[in-house]
C-alpha cells in the first residue's frame, strides 16, 4: 500500500508531476508516476536500473516530454516544457557525470553556464569558496579530479539560483570529508527555501540528508513516506520486494579442480575502488553484485585496460600488466559494456560490421576483407546468438534493444576470448531476450569460458551466477556460496542492512 507524506499538509509545492506516462517503443518506463516537492525539502529517489528515476527528472527538467501528465512549478502548469525554460523557471539538474571542457578554465566552464545571466565574478568565488575552497578558478578544468569536477557542476547549479535542484547520485566520486561538505551545502540550500530532489542508491544518504524518500519499482511509484516515519529495511525491502521468491539455479558441483584460475585480480586498485582481489575459474560464472557507486563497473574496465590503475591482473597465470582494450582482446578478455549505445555497437553499422570490427584480421588477407569468410563468421555468431537480425545488413540502430544487446556480445565473443565480462548484460532487454541470453551465458560457461557478470538486477545475479562477490563503497565486502545464494542475502549484503535493520 501507498504511504503518502502529510497528505492533509496544505503546503504549496515548489514541483509537482501529476499522472505521467511515458513508453519507448511501446515499452512504459513511468506509469502514472505522481510526485510533490516542497519549499526547504529534501526528497530522496530510490529504485533499481530502470525504475524510471531519471526519466522522471528528465520529464522536470524538459529533456523528455511525457505521453501524457502534467508538471506544475510554483502553482503554474508549464506546457511544452523545455531545457531552457525549465532553467527560466528555476529548475536545474546536476548531472552525475561532469561535463565540461577539459581545455577551460574552471571559472570559463562555469561562466559558459551562466550565458544571459549577470553573475559577478565575485559571486562565482564565493560560491566555489563556500563549497570548494580548493579548486583554483584559473586551472584548466581537466586537471580537476573527478570529484572536483562534480564539485564544479554542483557550484553551477547554485549560482543560477534554482528553487528546485535535482542532484543524480553526487557523491559517487567524492570523499568522506567532500561528501560532508556538499551535504552541509544543500542543507544550507533547503534552509534557504530551495527544494532538492536527491537520486541515490545510497541508504545512510537519505537517513542523513533526506526530509522524504519516494521508491519507484518498474516505472510505477511504490512507496511515498517522511524518513523519519520509516527504515532501512522497509526502503529496501519496497526497492527489492520478497513478493517473488527467486531461488538459485541448479548449478551442481563445481570443485574446479584446476590449480590455475582462469582470471586473476590481486590487490588491484583504481578509481573508485580499492585493493580488490577475486579469481575466476574455467567454466565458472562468478557474479559482482552492488549498487550503483560501489565501484563494479570501474573495476571491470581496469580489468580490460580502460581505466589505470595498481595491482596485478593475470590471465592463465601470466601476468597482464600493461592492460589496454587492444590488448586484452588479443589475449583472450572480451568486455561487453553497460552502455550499448555509447560503447558497445555502432548503431549507424551494420550486424556485420560491427560484429567483426574487433578481429578484422581474421577475416582479411593482405589488406583485404574475404567477404565470405566475413559473412560465415556472423551467421555462425548470430546464430548462436538466435540473434532475430532479418537481414545482416540491417543497421543496429534498428535492432530491439534486445538484438542490439546480442550484436554487442557477437561482437564480443568473435574473438573467441577464454573470459567474458558482461556489465548489466540484460539492461533494456526484454523478458525473452533475457532468457536466450542467460542460455548463452552457461553455454558459455560450459564451453570452459570464464564468465564475470556484473549487475545491479539481484534477481539476475542470482539466476546465473555460481558465486556472486558484493561489492560496496569500493571494497569487496562479501562472497555468497552455495545457499546464501538467494534474493534476499544479496540484497541485504548490497545495501549493508540485516536483521531488519542497518549494519
Known sequence: ??????????TEYLASVSDVWKSYGGIPVLKGVSLNLRAGEIHALAGGNGAGKSTLMKVL???VTPDSGSVVINGKELRRLSPRSAHENGIYMVPQEPKLFPSLSVKENISLSLTGLNVPTSRIREVVKSLAPHI??????????????QLVEIVRGMLRD?????????????TAREVDSLFERLRALAADGVGIFYITHRMNEIFDLCNCVTVLRDGNMVFNSRVSDTSVAEVVQEMVPNAVQVAARTKGDKSFEVEVPTLKVDKLTGQGFNDVSFEVYPGEIVGIAGVVGSGRTELVETVYGIR??????LLDGVDYSHRSPAASTGIGIAYVPEDRHANGVFLLGDIVHNTTSTVLGSVSASGFIKSKLEQDKVKDLTQRLALQQGSLSRAVGKLSGGNQQKVSLAKALASAPKTVILDEPSRGVDVGARADLYVLINELASSGTAVLVI???FEEIVEVADRILVMRDGELKE?????RICLETVRDCCFDVTNGGQK
Not at 534554482?162 to 567524492?174: F, G, Q
Not at 589505470?308 to 591482473?313: I, L, N
Open 455 to 457: 549487475s545491479s538486477d
Open 308 to 313: 589505470d590503475g595498481s595491482g596485478k591482473v
Open 1 to 10: 500500500m501507498l504511504d503518502s507524506v502529510d497528505q492533509h499538509e496544505e
Open 479 to 483: 562472497e555468497l556460496t552455495g545457499d
Open 162 to 174: 534554482a528553487r528546485v535542484l535535482i542532484v543524480d547520485e553526487p557523491t559517487s566520486s567524492l
Open 136 to 149: 583554483n578558478l584559473n586551472a584548466p578544468a581537466g586537471d580537476l579530479s573527478i570529484s572536483d569536477q
Open 61 to 63: 527538467t524538459g529533456v
